[in-house]
């Protein structure tokens, strides 16, 4: 199986090892061009953005999620998922019966309630789980003590690559998507290269969460190559603006 390149929202480049040396650049809105769309202060997304760990973990309890508070540096309110989000399960293809606490399935508090309403929407296509290469990844020994990270060192962005389905069939961005580099992901003359039924119901799932505005940055083989195989799917704190690409 291929393991993702890594791109951040701002286009920087970073190595499919998850112990690689990365750039960090401090959170600025992007140019507004393709893929960028005008701040909503009424999004699901800035909402749980601006949530502090406790209200967040409320709001998990009050959702009855299956969810343990963990430690993890650079993240904010980190928790692990301990089930289903509506019948969805969430799962890296690092863990296994001999690694059943991955450390790539760490999630900051705030992604979790947007993967709780993704999964609404996965529900209704028949997704009963969802493959990722990573949510949390862990910053170098070097990260400053209490310095709270973005992307997948503040374990806020999702990797998703297989969507497995009821009927045992799964939908693989890297099989399925049939993208072009800088073609339009959703919307009026937005379409796969291929229109297969599973390109056509890939695209259906990432367009209602594009619609839904769960997830601030959502980077897709459309974008470039090292996203050839995964939908970035983040959440930014107090972050009005989307990227969809």
């Known amino acids: 199986m291929l393991q993702p390149e890594f791109v951040d929202a701002a286009g920087t480049e970073h190595a499919a090892s998850p112990h690689a040396k990365r750039k960090r650049h401090k959170s600025k ?20 953005g601006n949530l502090t760990q406790d209200e967040c973990e ?40 001999t690694k059943p606490d991955s450390v790539y399935e760490i999630a900051d508090c705030r992604l979790l309630l947007a993967l709780d309403d993704f999964a609404l ?70 379409a796969p290269r291929k229109r297969t ?12 969460a594009i619609a839904a505005r769960l997830f601030n940055v959502i980077l897709t083989p459309n974008h470039n190559r090292p996203h050839r195989n995964h939908f970035h799917m983040e959440v930014m704190h107090a972050t009005s603006w989307f990227l969809v690409d």
Not at 29 to 48: L, M
Not at 60 to 86: D, K, S, Y
């Open 58 to 97: 409320a709001e998990l309890t009050t959702r009855e999620i299956q969810f343990e508070r963990v430690e993890a540096r650079g993240v904010a309110a980190p928790v692990r998922l301990r089930g289903p989000l509506h019948g969805v399960e969430f799962r890296s293809n690092d863990a296994s019966k």
């Open 121 to 190: 929407i996965l529900e209704q296509h028949n997704v009963i789980a969802v493959e990722h290469y990573s949510m949390y990844r862990p910053p170098s020994k070097r990260w400053p003590d209490g310095k709270i990270g973005r992307q997948h060192a503040g374990a806020l962005s999702i990797d998703a690559a297989h969507f497995v389905r009821k009927d045992a069939s799964t939908l693989s961005v890297l099989d399925d998507f049939h993208g072009r580099i800088g073609a339009k992901t959703c919307g009026p003359k937005a």
């Open 29 to 48: 809105r992007p140019r507004a061009g393709r893929g960028y769309q005008a701040g909503d202060t009424t999004s699901a997304a800035y909402r749980y």
């Open 197 to 208: 039924p599973a390109a056509v119901e890939l695209r259906a799932i990432l367009c209602e």
